[in-house]
Structures are given as C-alpha cells and as structure tokens.
C-alpha cells in the first residue's frame, strides 16, 4: 500500500502542471486583460466599455504585448512609457512560456504573488476567505451524510413501500429545484423577507460578534449557517440517498445475502455486517466530488445570495477583472485539494474492505 500511495503522491505533479498549463492558455486567449482593466480605471470607463476598448487584443497584452489598435482605442491619451512600465510591473514583459515556468516554480513553495486589483496577497486572500467556504462546505457535507445514509438504507429495506413511495417524491423535488432558488425562497420565508424574520441574512457571524461569550459565540455562529447550509444541501441530499438506496438495493439482491439468510441469520445482523461494507464503497467513492462541488464551485452563488465572502466569490471576482495571480493561485488550491481528496478516497475503500488492494491491481 505504501508504494501505491507513493505512486500516487508523485502522479500529483504532472497532473497539477497539466491542469495550470491548460488553464493558462485559455486564460491567456481570453479578451481583455488587466492592463485594460487598469486604463479603463484610469479613463474612469465601465466595465461594458471596458470590454469594447479591449476587443480582440486582450490574448495580446496576455502574452506580454500590447497593439498599436489598442494602444489607439484602449489606450488612448496613456504615454507608452507608462504601457511599458505596467507590462514590466503586472510580469507581462517576458515570453508566455518563461512566465508560466517561474509560475510553477513559485507555486512549488505557495508562493502566489501578489493580487493585481486588491492591496494583498494572494495566500492572505486565500486564508482570509478560505474559512467560509469551509464551513460551508463541511457542514454541508456532514448534514448530507447524516441525513442520506440512514435515509437511503431505510428506503432500501422498505423498497415500494409508502414510505419509500413519498420519500423519493419529496427528494426529486427538492433535486428539481436549484440551490439558489431554495436559497431565495428560504430568505423570503426566514430571513425578514415576506413573512418571518428569524435567522440573519448576512455573513457568518453578528456584528457584535466579539463581545459575546464563548458559547453565545457559537450559537451565533450557527445560527448564521442554518440558511446558506440548508439551501446548500437540497442538491447533494437528493443525490446521495437515491446513490446509497441503489447501491443496498443491488447488494441486498446478491447471492451471498441469500445464503447468509438461509443459514438463519437476522435481517439486521445482515444488513450492518455483511451488506453495509460493500454497499457503502461506492457512496465513498462520491465524497471527493461532493466536498469539491460544495466546498468551491457549488457555493458561488449561495455565497452571492447570502452576502458571504468565500473562496467561490473571491473566484468569481477574479475572473472578471482578469486578476490572474488570483485566479492561478485559487485553481492550484482547487486542483490540490481535488487530487488529494481522491488518494483519502481510496485510502478509505481500503478501510471500509481491507479486501481491496489497489496496490496489486495496479501492477
């Protein structure tokens, strides 16, 4: 097993150069840039003019030149020398490749630079909003299991009963509608909007937050995430317990359930004994993408909605105004996180079924 983790400890490197290299070739072809960010600041433009100065030339400034057509339109008034000494200044004077390279170097040691458009760090970016995001996520993560483990086994047990019938109406509807639209919905409903005002509609924690006692603390802090949580959930639930009632349906109806009831042994011993530990490989294996989906790309906009200031957000951001540091540094995060998820993944099927061994398999 210890060869099988190193194997995949060291396939990590060329999968996160792969992933940057591909990312900063698109990102490289998009329109615009900051250096057209930056005049259009300067010119006092909007964003929509913004894009129509920079027009087809922004792959251009990204590879480190600037156009005599945008220099003419984007740049209008703004002396070269000034063009110049941004380039020098945003890292845009030198070839696409040698940036890229001393952009994986620099990322070896979590060296990400410094933001383009916000007075910080990356890294201190990273770290300021990387709590939300995961207690968003983790939560999230954990309400959806305690709810669509225990749920999804009784369904199987009870499969083409009443209660199987109105639960799975109740989980295709809460999977029919979006995140963001229950998000909405339950602000209406909870958080002072047409009916009640019970839970808070912003942030993670109160205002007055530092001068609460410990456990007020969190209690507060709770409080806060019932909201975002809930409507993080609906989607995820939904999944996971149709995933975990299939998988016990199709263990339940093998072979060796068969015998083991023939041998008159109980239901329950059964169940939790012989048919839990292979039926919950395949709800493991889900856990990577679930914790990914929740923890950054499924929380943009439950983050937008309830005003929470997340790694999602901060994404999203950076993305508009071509901040590149930032959206280079916050993808490395996310492909790291990725990959590493993935090894705990298998490291887990082996200590739910201490049958498999990945190791022989691969050789």
């Given at each position: 097993m210890g060869v099988y983790i190193l194997r995949r400890l060291l396939l990590i490197v060329p999968t996160l150069v792969g992933i940057m290299l591909l990312n900063f070739v698109i990102v490289q072809a998009a329109p615009g840039g900051p250096i057209e960010q930056f005049i259009a600041q300067m010119?006092?433009?909007?964003?929509?003019?913004?894009?129509?100065?920079?027009?087809?030339?922004?792959?251009?400034?990204?590879?480190?030149?600037?156009?005599?057509?945008?220099?003419?339109?984007?740049?209008?008034?703004?002396?070269?020398?000034?063009?110049?000494?941004?380039?020098?200044?945003?890292?845009?004077?030198?070839?696409?490749?040698?940036?890229?390279?001393?952009?994986?170097?620099?990322?070896?040691?979590?060296?990400?630079?410094?933001?383009?458009?916000?007075?910080?760090?990356?890294?201190?970016?990273?770290?300021?909003?990387?709590?939300?995001?995961?207690?968003?996520?983790?939560?999230?993560?954990?309400?959806?299991?305690?709810?669509?483990?225990?749920?999804?086994?009784?369904?199987?047990?009870?499969?083409?009963?009443?209660?199987?019938?109105?639960?799975?109406?109740?989980?295709?509807?809460?999977?029919?509608?979006?995140?963001?639209?229950?998000?909405?919905?339950?602000?209406?409903?909870?958080?002072?909007g047409s009916y009640l005002d019970w839970f808070p509609l912003r942030g993670l924690t109160s205002t007055h937050f530092d001068s609460l006692t410990w456990y007020q603390k969190i209690g507060d802090y709770f409080w806060h995430l019932v909201l975002p949580v809930t409507a993080n959930v609906i989607g995820g639930f939904a999944t996971l317990t149709l995933l975990t009632k299939n998988s016990f349906l199709d263990e339940i109806g093998k072979q060796y359930v068969v015998t083991a009831r023939a041998k008159g042994l109980e239901d329950r011993r059964i169940l939790y004994g012989h048919v839990f530990r292979n039926a919950m490989l395949i709800v493991i294996a889900s856990l990577p993408g679930l914790l990914i989906t929740l923890f950054f790309t499924g929380s943009l906009l439950i983050e937008v909605i309830f005003s929470l200031d997340g790694l999602g957000l901060l994404g999203f951001e950076a993305a508009l105004n071509r901040d590149y540091p930032v959206i280079f540094g916050t993808l490395y995060i996310f492909t790291l996180m990725g990959l590493v998820l993935k090894l705990v993944s298998d490291l887990t099927y082996v200590l739910v079924d201490p049958r498999i061994d990945f190791e022989s398999r691969e050789g």
């Open positions: 010119q006092g433009m909007d964003s929509g003019a913004l894009s129509r100065a920079g027009g087809g030339g922004g792959s251009e400034v990204g590879s480190g030149q600037v156009s005599g057509d945008q220099q003419s339109r984007g740049a209008k008034g703004i002396p070269p020398e000034l063009i110049a000494e941004m380039e020098k200044q945003y890292g845009f004077d030198k070839p696409p490749v040698e940036r890229f390279f001393k952009m994986l170097k620099d990322y070896a040691t979590f060296n990400f630079g410094d933001s383009f458009f916000r007075d910080s760090s990356v890294i201190g970016l990273i770290i300021d909003k990387l709590p939300v995001s995961i207690s968003i996520g983790l939560w999230s993560t954990l309400v959806i299991y305690l709810i669509s483990i225990p749920l999804g086994i009784r369904k199987a047990v009870m499969d083409g009963s009443r209660f199987d019938v109105w639960t799975s109406s109740a989980i295709i509807v809460g999977y029919a509608i979006p995140g963001f639209l229950f998000a909405i919905l339950l602000i209406v409903l909870f958080a002072g």
